[in-house]
């Protein structure tokens, strides 16, 4: 069993920053991919960034120059460093991998976390 778990939402004023962090636990051979989404309210979900093990990251315009993504292997935790925030910013953050359970996999499977509640107060 693999669980997904994000911290680090709550609320901020616009030109502030926050931290995400999503970790990965349970019964984990690798992880590949791991990447943020968000969804507003009326909205469909987003990417905002995604990186690969071996550190590639790809961000939305959106927040090109202003989020960075990261990730600790060792801890199979990711990371999203968000500064100056926008209200436009303001939705639910999830976090997404894809995960191999067994060195057997033919490939990964993908898990999401629960979301976590970003504000961005103007």
């Known amino acids: 069993q693999v669980q997904l778990v994000e911290s680090g939402g709550g609320l901020v004023q616009a030109g502030g920053s926050l931290r995400l962090s999503c970790a990965a636990s349970?019964?984990?051979?690798?992880?590949?991919?791991m990447g943020w989404y968000r969804q507003a309210p009326g909205n469909q979900r987003d990417l905002v960034a995604v990186?690969?093990?071996?550190?590639?990251?790809t961000y939305a315009e959106s927040v090109k120059g202003r989020f960075t993504i990261s990730r600790d292997n060792a801890k199979n935790t990711g990371y999203l460093q968000m500064n100056s925030l926008k209200p436009e910013d303001t939705a639910v953050y999830y976090c997404?991998?894809?995960?191999?359970?067994?060195?057997?996999?033919?490939?990964?499977?993908?898990?999401w976390g629960q979301g976590t509640q970003v504000t961005v107060s103007s």
């Open positions: 997404n991998a894809l995960i191999r359970t067994t060195q057997a996999m033919s490939g990964p499977d993908i898990y």
């Open positions: 349970g019964s984990i051979f690798s992880v590949n991919v």
């Open positions: 990186i690969t093990s071996s550190g590639t990251a």
